[in-house]
């Protein structure tokens, strides 16, 4: 998909799956994608979850683009771009004769706009202003020339503004507009938003008029004619679709790779892949409430992390094609700490900590409980889960808790009033899990208490005051080795205050295919590359 800015975005599965489905007869027009979930919203601006970026990826798009073998930057609306010695100016010389969908001309306004709403409140972009506050301002220097000034030292000035997400001025600039941001969409990329089927699916037509068309570096992308996108959450029901030949594609999590693709169906129709790449990882999670009055309390939260047992997890769910996290940051990135080893399954030590901390059953009702604020309240809190998928990780949890006089409830909820519910903060603990982001970590989107406010992504709102002071710090320095010394601590502090339960991060990629699929290889450096699969 071409690159839409750079914020995280939340995934209700474990790791984002891709799928096609498909009914009737199969041709080289079509192929069927399923997002895993219906979006949210359509709107570029307010979107958070990963099913709105899934459709905006083949629809938006910014200024360059990333090479999926090299991870380089490479011409996408700009062809040129030049930063200044002192790293504070960056021009791009924006491409000529570019279409958006609705036929209009992209100009240097359409790029100043994309810039501006970001810091305007009606249109709700908070949870990407965290990557853009270093900009002092965006010059339209002529139709096709555009300047970014930056106030201050962030490391990753350059790229926050090449991979600006672009959207159309004449569209979102327009008041009227406002109520159908959520229902139809404008861009400048491969595919143009055709059709949404509430509940069902959205299709996308290629763009007849899409630049790439006539660049030779991207003739062999993008060249399937029509995608539809659909919303089934389940694995089970897609691996049925796959082995029926109804699905081209599916990513698969390690228990449906391991144990679902037996038999010869996946010898003479389906192909099974296991490819490592340097994609930046993801990781599910369990984040507690930091206002709650129980999981407020670090110990509380570190006794429920020992009471996570991940080495049965990943050997019963995830057959050792995953390894435990260890914090925020994935284990193989540059940024993460190898001191830090993964919250040991430890029952016995979780009660004495629970113990210290002045819990016990003092009625001997099998559950914990302790005098707060004058009140007797329980060791009890609720997990709210938006996959049933899911539950059999967090049952395993359930039961482990409750040997331990720990009460939790686990409670599936419909992804968009989870959505609403997180945006609310009107939950003891949630089961998420963030995409991978960049390569260069950045944690202030995340960690930082400035992100708390609002719908910004601090959701749980954590709060640490030396936290925010590295973020802060490490944001000012252009050299990888002094950022990653800095980031490390930061992993290590995030990580000793328990604001998560951190579970896996994938060793591999894993996918499957019908033969019907062709595919240059089975994966680039930084993606599989689906933008140069073709259909037989």
């Known amino acids: 998909m071409k690159s839409a800015g750079h914020k995280l975005v939340l995934f209700f599965i474990l790791f984002g799956i891709l799928a096609c489905q498909g009914k009737g007869k199969k041709s080289t027009q079509s192929i069927y994608l399923n997002i895993g979930g219906e979006p949210t919203t359509l709107s570029p601006l307010s979107s958070v979850d990963a099913f709105s970026s899934s459709v905006h990826g083949y629809i938006f798009e910014s200024l360059l ?7 380089e930057w490479k011409p996408a609306l700009a062809t040129e771009w030049k930063i200044s010695e002192d790293k504070k100016i960056f021009d791009f010389k924006i491409r000529e004769g570019v279409k958006w969908h609705d ?22 972009a908070v949870q990407m202003r965290s990557y853009y506050e270093a900009i002092k ?22 790229d926050v503004c090449a991979g600006i997400q672009v959207i159309p001025k004449h569209f979102y600039g327009v008041s009227e507009n406002k109520k159908s941001f959520g229902k139809n969409i404008i861009g400048t990329g491969p595919y143009m938003f055709t059709k949404y089927d509430k509940g069902q699916k959205i299709i996308l037509v290629k763009n007849p008029n899409w630049w790439g068309l006539t660049v030779d570096e991207e003739k062999t992308s993008w060249t399937i004619p029509k995608i539809v996108l659909r919303f089934s959450a389940e694995e089970n029901v897609s691996l049925e679709l796959l082995k029926k030949g109804d699905i081209d594609f599916l990513g698969m999590r390690p228990d449906g790779f391991v144990k679902k693709t037996i038999g010869q169906i996946w010898e003479d129709k389906i192909v099974k892949v296991k490819t490592e790449n340097k994609t930046p990882k993801g990781f599910s999670f369990i984040g507690f409430n930091m206002k709650h009055p129980v999981l407020g309390d670090v110990q509380v939260r570190k006794a429920l992390s020992m009471l996570f047992n991940r080495p049965l997890m990943i050997d019963k769910f995830e057959y050792n094609l995953s390894e435990p996290a260890t914090g925020p940051i994935y284990v193989q990135s540059d940024y993460a700490n190898p001191d830090i080893k993964p919250v040991p399954y430890d029952p016995q030590n979780a009660l004495k900590v629970l113990a210290s901390s002045g819990w016990k059953d003092s009625d001997k009702d099998g559950i914990l409980d302790k005098t707060i604020n004058g009140k007797k309240v329980k060791l009890s809190f609720t997990i709210l ?21 720990v009460e939790i409830n686990l409670k599936n909820v419909e992804w968009n009033s989870f959505i609403k519910l997180i945006d609310e903060r009107n939950f003891d603990a949630v089961r998420l899990a963030w995409g991978g982001g960049g390569v260069d ?3 202030k989107q995340i960690w930082h208490s400035s992100s708390i406010a609002g719908s910004g992504s601090n959701f749980i709102s954590y709060s640490n005051k030396q936290v925010d002071s590295l973020i802060d710090q490490s944001r000012k320095i252009y050299e990888k080795e002094k950022r990653i010394s800095i980031l490390r601590k930061v992993h290590e502090l995030i990580s000793s205050d328990y604001p998560y339960i951190f579970f896996f991060n994938s060793k591999y990629s894993l996918y499957a295919h019908t033969k019907r699929v062709q595919k240059p290889k089975e994966t680039f450096n930084y993606g599989i590359g ?7």
């Not at 683009?65 to 991870?71: E, F, I, T």
């Not at 036929?103 to 709700?124: H, M, N, P, Q, R």
């Not at 539950?391 to 006089?405: H, I, P, R």
Request: net charge negative; glycine share 2%; hydrophobic share 35%.
């Open 385 to 405: 889960e938006p996959l049933q998928d899911m539950m059999k990780y967090l049952t395993v949890f359930k039961e482990d808790a409750s040997k331990a006089g």
């Open 65 to 71: 683009d990333r090479d999926v073998d090299s991870y």
């Open 103 to 124: 036929g209009k001309e992209l100009t240097a306004e359409d790029i100043k706009f994309s810039y501006d709403v970001i810091f305007t409140d009606d249109y709700k």
């Open 441 to 443: 970590w950045d944690p």
């Open 530 to 536: 689906q933008q140069y699969w073709t259909l037989k």
């Open 137 to 158: 301002e965006v010059q339209v220097i002529d139709k096709f020339n555009i300047r970014f000034i930056v106030k201050d030292d962030y490391f990753q000035n350059f």
